[in-house]
Structure formats: structure tokens, C-alpha cells
């Protein structure tokens, strides 16, 4: 039967204290504490996706993937699609299906409805789901405390998988709860009281009731349940209507720590129940958006071959505050500057055509004569000058070590200095880089680092990716 | 390469520099003329427009290309072509310009180094962004990716980049045509904002305007023009992969410096730098190229250059006297003009006329240097007297 072979997720490092939203002239409520994390300012939709999936698919045949569904309500692109952009950039195959779903938090369920359907249907044998979402919300709002950014993947197939799909069910409903216009910035939403008793609420329980009731099974059959929430208490209140012991079998929801993925959330949370799970568990998820779905996963002896998988515990345990509201606010665009990143004329399509493979793809090449491996792609070799006599190699999964640096100051960054870096990726070719997610001061000769895919730059007002190094951690 | 092709064919006879700086009420034409007609006088040029057979341009950021000389001078109805080989643009247009006079095509030509980088309404270089990879492209950040490496290796520190700005400042307040006339100290140096690390504000060149123009004949005509002369010993370009590419690049050294001196050297028939040449121009874009220069060029042994840093070696009053007009620390760095300048600089010094800042040497040989790109093109000239 049908299920979820492999599993990854990604969550930014950096985690925006609550404490630290002020300014503007409100006053901003107490919020205990806590933190949510949030997408740095080269991560979007798209390269939190391509992190995840990279996590997913940690010592998988990359070539053994018939197809990417990639959910989001965040996606930048009204037009054009984002399962190509990350299927290129996780070096797929060209003859698989892709598709983006969207326009709903439960976007991320429905991908993996059709994933199962298409799997069960015979039309793939391995469908990779992604989820990813960071969503605009307005400085200081509740939403912008209650949202976090993330992404989780879920590799479906029909065999050698590690949780089976037992069952679901699923509801299509109605409500004006939240949502966001083509001219709006950010969410909006209805009184929330309302939005969680007629819309969550009702349809969480309805899609969960009416899945124990095609399987004749109750709440005290799961082991543990990966529910969406709106936030903590909603949550524990439709537990307790389904029958939950919100101490023992609910999956914590990690508000105050990553906040709510969208999209993203009841597909987090499956990963974060799948990466603790024991073979014979019996796991219930369900998700919220315009209707409500609901399924019952049962893992198989095959999840212990998934232990090194980053998912959730790894990526929360790697955090780095974000401790200063305004530079929030410039990651996101929502501080006017004398310079604007989406100035500009961006990127020739003409020019990103030619160099996809090395850009998106992050190919080098090797030497058939000599063996030398370098980039970008060359017509004659460094090493021994032979002609045209390349294989392409992926370096995106590799690691490699700093070569020199410096700290620009003067490049241009929403968190200056920025670090640039020459690597030498394993396998020997160079790599002039800039370095993310890490701080001036780790940063030192040799250092091992891994890639990560992000917008380099956002000139003409689109994202505009290429890979940036990392410190291994 | 036939190493006796260039030298001692060609002789440089007049010269002339305009004031390099932000010449915000000059145009392109107007330090052209300034730089041409001071070095129509220093040669005693009279009728350009007969004298002059050919004109070879550096520029990088001209407006309007080789009409742009051939308009400011009048000069019509001859040969005149431009050239662009990243910051050694100036010294690759005398190279051509020597080339056309000792392949025996031309009695007297003029080179014209100039750049006017200042209309463009920023303050430092532009940063780029054509593409994805390859960023950011700041000259900066990639003249810095050396140090890294080179202080752990060797010990060199930030310290030892501040005493050759100190160095160029002092060497640039005697200099009347330099932008810069500012003492500092190694404290202020230290502590100015980082540009790009290890490069704080003072170790970098400003960007500035200027021209500067070489007139040369063959040699057999030099004494009708003038009896102190110089004569042309080595012409040398050379490229080298890019280092943020090349597959083999060890960060301790910029390799077209390397090479060009090898070319270079061979021309002059120099086999001890150190103690062959009485003075050098470098490229001091940022304080690091000009330590990596001295050992790149063999004046000293590789790591050594912390030392006679500290010992003054290379100071004004030093062995080896290195920029000695401040370079393009105080002058500023239009790029195709700044190989002109430095030739005009070791012009002035052999023949005994660079004022307060004159250094004592034995006659011999001066050599001037530029580097640019990622760094990947270099460009040596060696002039000496008779």
C-alpha cells in the first residue's frame, strides 16, 4: 500500500524573539517568551522547499523521482511554476510530472493526496511532496506572532515505505477565515473566535470522525496525532472534541518555538511524529484550510533506516536570534531604503538559460582526460587543456572548505558585512561564494561548509537563486 | 619572445600629467589637453599635427572612444586606436605604442592614458550584477582574498597594511599633482571603517579622474628632442586565470604579477630586482597588493615583505623606494590613466625633476606595475636612462 518512503524538513536558523517586535507606536502585547522562526533574507518558498527535499532525499537515487508536488500560499510567482525551479535545483530528472498547489493552508495535504492518488493510480512510482511556506504578515500584528517560517517534504511511493497511508478522509468547506488578494500585502483574517469555532474546529473534527468511521477506529488507537492548530489552545479544544489526550498523544505543535508553517504546518508535524516514531505506531494528521483532511498512517520496520534525517529536532536545535525588529523588517522588504534589492533590471533569461545546470542545477564538471573537476563549465580543461571532454558532476549535496574570505562591507546586504568566501568543493573545483546563516566571527580558514540553495539577489523584483555556502553543523 | 626586441629601441621624450583627482569642472577633453600640451612642451613638440604619426589610447570608461582624444587634440587623418586591458589598460596602450615605434612603422607616436570615472555619481566602483554567480563583484572584496590565507601562512597582519598607507600618504604630500596631501598614522589607518576585510577606508585607493600622456620616438631620434631622455628597457602583459576559478590558485600570491615580471625582467636583462632597480611604481589599489607586489615582483623573498615593511625598505628614503609619488593611494585610480602616471613618475625621478619628493639613485633602471581584473592581467614597464 501506498505511503511515505523518506521524510525531511527545513527551518530557518534564525528565530525572531517575540520580545523583540516593538516600535511603530503600538504597544505590543506580552507573548510569554516565546520565538518563531524566520526565513532569512535570501530563503523564500522555493529555496526552504529545496532544503527540505535535500533532506528527504539524503541517500536516495535522485533519478528514482517521477515527480514534484510543491504546496505553498507563498510561492513569489503569480505565473510560473515553483516544482520546476526546485525540481531543477535538486538536479531531477527532466521527464517527470510537476506541479504547484496553492491558494489554501491545505495546500500542503491536498499535494499529498494527489501524490498518494497518482502513486495508487500507477501513473509514478515516487512522487516527492513538498510544503513550504512564508507567509507576509504585518509588522506587528498577531499573525505575524503567530506565523513561522519552514518547509517539510514527504517522498510517497507504493512500496518500501516506513509509514503506510491506512486511510483518509477529507472535507471541502466554505468560510471566509483568512485570506489574501492579488493587491494585499499581507494575510488578512476574520475575527479569529469565529474562524476557529466554524472553520477549524468544525472541520478538523468532521474530516477526523468521518476518518475513524471508514476505518472503525477511535481516538485510543493512535499512538500520536499531528494536528493542525491555529494556535496552542484551539488546538488542545478540538483534541479533547476528538477524544485526544492532548498530554500523551498530541504531537506538540511547536508555538513558541517555530510557529505556524501554513501550508506547511500538518506536513511539519508529520515529519516532526515520523522522526520519533517506532515501527508499529499508529500516526493521525490532519490539516486546516478551506475544508479539513485527515489520515491514518501506520509506520513500518523501515523507519529506522531514516535516522539521519535533520527533520524537525535538528533544525530546531540550530537557532541564532534574530534579536533586532528592524532588521526583520529590511529581510522582509518592509523598511524603505535609499537602496531597494528588487531594483534594477535582474537577470538575462537568456544567459540563466544557458547556465541552469551550473546555477540551478549547481553542476561542475570533471575531466575525462585529466580528472580535474572546476567551475563553472569550461570548454578547454585547466588541468591539461584537453577539449569538450566533461562529465557534469552535482556538487549541491557535497561539502567542502574555506579556501580564503573576506567581510564586505561595502557589497551591499540587509545584514552587513556580508561573507564571501573562495571554497574548494570536494572533488577539487573552486568556488567563489557568498556565506550564509553563519556570523563573522565563526568563520575561519578551512572551515568545512555545505551548499544551500537561496536568492542571491532580488534585482528586477524577482527572486534570483544561485547557491551560497553554509558551515557544516 | 625575442628578449632584445624592446629594449633600448624606443626612448620616452616628454611627458605630461594632469592634477588626478575628483575633477568634478573638467571634462575628458580638458585634462587630455592639459596632460598633451604639458608634454608637447616637455618635448618641445611644436606642430603635433605633423610630429605626432599615431596615438595609442588606455581608457575604461570613455564616453565616446578614440574620438575623444582625436577630438581634444585636433589630431586627424593618422592612426589612432584604444585599448582596454582591465587596470593595466595605461600600461598595455605604451606597450602598443612602443611596439608600432620599434617595429620601425612609426618615427614619434603619443600614448593617452585617461579615464573620467567621476561623472557617474558614485563614490566608489559600480557593483555589479549581470548574473548569479561571480558576486559580489567589488574590487575589494576580491583584492582581499589573499589575506587570509597570507597572514596565517606568514604572519602579516593588519598592521603591516597600515604602514604602507602611512607609507603612500607621506609620499603623496609631495606630490603637486596628487588628490590625496594627508598625513596619517598607522592608529588612524587601524581604525577607519572596514571596507572589505582586512581593508579599512585607508587601505583602499580612491576612485579618481585624470590623464596622463607619454610622447616616444625611436631612439636614434631622442637627442633632437632632448638630451635626459629614457629609454624604454621592458614592455611586458601578462593574464592569468581567474583566481576565484582557477582550480590550482594557493592565495598567497597574485600569479599575473609573477609572470609579467618574468617577461619583463627578461626584456630588461634584469636578473637581481632588488638590486637591478633604484625605484618602483606598484599597484597599490589596496595596501595588500602592494605587500604581495614586492615579493610577486622578487624584491623580496615570499613572507619577507612584513620585514622590510617595518625596516623601511621601500619607503621614500628606503633602498627601494616604492611609490614614490604616493601612487594611486593619493592619486586616485582612473584606471587608463594611472600606467601612464606611474611612467610619468619614473620619468621625472631619472631625470632628476620630481621635486621635494626625489629620490637619490645611481641613473639606473624604474619599473612600473599595474594589476587589475579579479585579478588576472598585469602589466610591467622598465624605462632607464641611457
Given at each position: 500500500?501506498?505511503?511515505?518512503v ?7 536558523m ?10 511603530g507606536?503600538?504597544?505590543v502585547?506580552?507573548?510569554g ?6 526565513a ?19 541517500g536516495?537515487?535522485?533519478a528514482?523521482?517521477d515527480?514534484?508536488l510543491f504546496?505553498?500560499t507563498?510561492y513569489p ?6 516544482a520546476?525551479?526546485?525540481?531543477k535545483?535538486?538536479?531531477?530528472r527532466?521527464?517527470?510530472a510537476?506541479?504547484d ?6 495546500a500542503g495535504?491536498?499535494?499529498?493526496r494527489?501524490a498518494?492518488?497518482?502513486v ?17 504578515a ?15 517534504a514527504?517522498?510517497?511511493a507504493?512500496?518500501?515505505v ?7 478522509h ?6 471566509i477565515?483568512?485570506?489574501?488578494l ?7 483574517s476574520w475575527?479569529?473566535?469565529?474562524v ?6 468544525d472541520n478538523?473534527?468532521e474530516?477526523?470522525?468521518?476518518l ?18 491555529p ?5 488542545a479544544?478540538a483534541?479533547?472534541?476528538?477524544g485526544?489526550?492532548?498530554?500523551t498523544q498530541?504531537?506538540d ?7 505556524n508553517?501554513?501550508?506547511?504546518f500538518a ?5 516532526a511524529?515520523l522522526?520519533n ?8 494528521v ?12 501506520r509506520?513500518t520496520?523501515?523507519v529506522k533506516?531514516?535516522?539521519d ?5 535538528w ?9 533586532d525588529?528592524?532588521t526583520?523588517l529590511?529581510?522582509?522588504n518592509l523598511?524603505p ?15 540563466h ?6 546555477d540551478i542545477?549547481?553542476h ?9 573537476e ?5 570548454r578547454v580543461?585547466?588541468g591539461?587543456?584537453t577539449?569538450?571532454?566533461?562529465d ?15 567581510f564586505?562591507?561595502f557589497?551591499?546586504?540587509p545584514?552587513?558585512?556580508?561573507i564571501?568566501?573562495?571554497?574548494e568543493?570536494d ?11 553563519a556570523s ?5 580558514l578551512?572551515l568545512p ?5 537561496r ?6 523584483g524577482?527572486p534570483?537563486?544561485f547557491w ?5 553543523r | 619572445?625575442?628578449?632584445?626586441a624592446?629594449r633600448?629601441k624606443v626612448?620616452?621624450?616628454?611627458m ?5 583627482g575628483?575633477n568634478?569642472?573638467?571634462a ?10 604639458e608634454a608637447?612642451e616637455?618635448?618641445g ?21 578614440t574620438?575623444e582624444?582625436a577630438?581634444?587634440l585636433?589630431l586627424?587623418?593618422?592612426p589612432?586606436?584604444?585599448t582596454?586591458?582591465y587596470c ?5 596602450a ?10 620601425g612603422?612609426?618615427?614619434t607616436?603619443?600614448v ?14 559600480n ?11 567589488t574590487?575589494?572584496?576580491w583584492?582581499?582574498l589573499?589575506a587570509?590565507?597570507?597572514f596565517?601562512t606568514?604572519?602579516?597582519s593588519?598592521?603591516?597594511?597600515a604602514r ?18 594627508k598625513?596619517?598614522t598607522?592608529?588612524?589607518a587601524?581604525n ?12 583602499c585607493?580612491a ?12 631612439r636614434e631620434l631622442?637627442?633632437?628632442f ?10 611586458a602583459i601578462?593574464?592569468e586565470a581567474?583566481?576565484?576559478t582557477d582550480p590550482?590558485?594557493?592565495f ?10 618574468q617577461?619583463?625582467y ?5 636578473s637581481?630586482?632588488?638590486e637591478q632597480l633604484?625605484?618602483a ?6 595596501t595588500?597588493?602592494e ?6 615582483l622578487?624584491l623580496c ?7 622590510h615593511i617595518?625596516?623601511g625598505?621601500?619607503?621614500l628614503d ?5 611609490n614614490?609619488d604616493?601612487?594611486?593611494k ?7 590613466a ?5 611612467i610619468y613618475?619614473?620619468y ?7 621635486g621635494?619628493?626625489?629620490?637619490k639613485h ?8 599595474n594589476?587589475g ?7 610591467i614597464?622598465?624605462v632607464g636612462?641611457?
Open positions: 500500500m501506498a505511503g511515505i523518506s521524510f525531511g524538513a527545513y527551518i530557518p534564525l528565530r525572531l524573539p517575540f520580545a523583540a517586535i516593538s516600535g507606536g503600538r504597544k502585547a506580552s507573548s517568551g516565546g520565538e518563531r522562526a524566520v532569512n533574507f535570501d530563503e523564500d518558498a522555493v529555496t526552504m522547499a529545496v532544503a527540505a527535499a535535500t533532506d528527504c532525499l539524503r536516495i537515487d535522485r528514482s523521482i515527480g514534484v504546496a505553498s507563498s510567482y503569480k505565473e510560473k511554476q515553483a520546476s525551479v526546485v525540481a535545483a535538486l538536479d531531477l527532466r521527464d517527470i510537476t506541479a498547489f496553492g491558494g489554501s493552508l491545505r495535504t491536498a499535494a499529498l494527489a498518494l492518488d497518482s495508487g493510480a500507477g501513473s509514478a512510482k515516487r512522487v516527492l511532496v513538498i510544503a513550504s511556506d512564508c507567509r507576509p504585518a509588522p506587528r500584528s498577531a499573525i505575524e506572532r503567530n506565523i513561522g517560517d519552514g518547509a517539510a514527504l517522498l510517497i507504493g512500496e518500501g516506513a509509514a503506510e497511508v491506512e486511510g483518509r477529507t472535507i471541502s468547506d466554505e468560510l477565515d483568512v485570506w489574501r492579488d493587491s494585499d500585502q499581507y494575510v488578512r475575527e479569529d473566535r469565529f476557529v469555532e466554524h472553520g477549524y474546529r478538523v473534527v474530516a477526523v470522525q468521518g475513524f468511521a471508514k476505518l472503525g477506529r477511535t481516538a485510543k488507537d493512535f499512538t500520536k496525532a499531528a494536528l493542525y492548530g494556535d496552542a489552545r484551539s488546538l479544544t483534541a479533547k472534541a476528538l485526544l489526550d492532548a498530554k498530541l504531537q505543535p511547536l508555538f513558541g518555538k517555530l510557529g508553517t501554513g501550508a506547511a506536513p511539519m508535524l508529520l515529519v511524529a522522526e516514531a517506532k515501527p508499529g505506531d499508529t500516526l493521525l490532519a490539516s486546516y484550510g478551506d475544508g479539513a483532511d485527515a489520515f491514518a498512517l509506520v520496520d523501515a533506516g531514516l535516522t534525517r535533520r527533520a524537525v529536532r533544525h530546531l536545535e540550530r537557532r541564532a536570534e534574530l534579536g525588529y528592524n526583520y529590511k529581510f522582509r523598511e531604503s535609499e537602496f531597494d534589492r528588487r531594483a534594477g533590471a535582474g537577470v538575462s533569461a537568456t544567459v538559460f544557458r547556465d541552469r545546470n551550473e542545477s549547481f561542475a564538471q570533471r575531466c575525462r582526460t585529466c580528472g580535474q572546476q567551475f563553472p563549465f569550461q580543461c585547466f591539461c587543456y577539449r569538450d571532454d566533461f557534469e558532476v552535482r556538487l549541491s549535496d557535497r561539502t567542502g572548505k574555506v579556501m580564503s574570505h573576506t564586505d562591507f557589497a551591499g546586504s545584514a552587513p558585512p556580508l564571501v568566501t573562495m571554497i568543493a572533488g577539487g573545483a573552486r568556488l567563489y561564494l557568498q556565506m550564509t546563516d563573522a566571527t565563526e568563520v575561519k578551512d561548509v555545505e551548499f544551500s540553495f536568492k542571491v539577489h532580488e534585482y528586477g524577482t534570483n537563486y551560497k555556502c553554509t558551515p557544516v | 619572445m625575442n628578449p632584445e624592446i633600448d626612448a620616452i621624450v616628454g605630461g600629467c594632469c592634477k588626478f575628483e568634478w569642472d573638467k575628458p577633453e580638458d585634462m587630455i589637453v592639459e596632460a598633451a600640451f608637447y616637455d618635448a613638440i611644436t606642430e603635433p599635427q605633423k610630429q605626432i604619426e599615431a596615438v595609442f589610447c588606455g581608457a575604461v570608461y570613455p564616453s565616446r572612444g574620438a582624444v577630438d581634444s585636433k586627424y587623418g593618422r589612432i586606436s584604444m582596454q586591458n593595466a589598460t595605461g600600461t598595455d605604451f606597450r602598443f605604442g612602443v611596439f608600432s615605434v620599434a617595429c612603422l612609426y618615427d607616436v603619443m593617452v592614458g585617461f579615464d573620467k570615472p567621476k561623472d557617474r555619481g558614485i563614490s566608489g566602483p557593483v555589479q550584477t549581470a548574473g548569479v554567480r561571480g558576486l559580489p563583484m574590487p575589494a572584496g583584492f582581499s589573499c587570509a590565507r597570507y596565517e606568514y604572519g602579516a593588519r598592521e603591516d597594511l604602507i598607507a602611512v607609507k603612500n600618504h607621506h609620499n603623496g604630500t609631495l606630490a603637486p599633482k596628487s588628490m590625496l596631501k598625513e596619517i598607522v592608529e588612524e587601524l577607519a571603517p572596514i571596507i572589505s576585510w582586512p581593508f579599512g577606508l585607508y587601505d585607493c576612485q579618481s579622474d585624470g590623464a596622463a600622456v607619454a610622447i616616444i620616438t625611436k631622442a637627442k633632437s632632448r638630451d635626459d631622455y629614457v629609454l624604454v628597457k621592458a614592455v601578462s593574464l581567474n583566481p576565484q590550482s590558485f594557493d598567497l600570491r597574485w600569479k599575473p604579477t609573477v609572470s609579467a615580471a617577461q619583463a627578461a626584456q630588461a636583462g634584469i637581481k630586482p632588488f633604484d625605484m611604481q606598484v599597484h597599490d589599489c589596496f595588500l597588493t605587500l604581495l607586489t614586492y615579493e610577486d622578487g623573498e615570499k613572507g619577507a615583505a612584513k620585514d617595518a625596516n625598505t621601500f619607503a628606503g633602498e627601494l623606494p616604492v614614490t604616493g601612487g594611486l593619493t592619486f586616485g585610480h582612473p584606471t587608463g594611472t600606467g601612464v602616471r606611474m613618475e619614473n621625472k625621478q631619472l631625470q632628476g625633476k620630481a621635494d619628493r626625489q629620490v645611481r641613473g639606473g633602471m624604474a619599473l612600473s606595475h594589476i581584473g579579479a585579478p588576472q592581467a598585469c602589466g614597464a622598465i636612462r641611457d
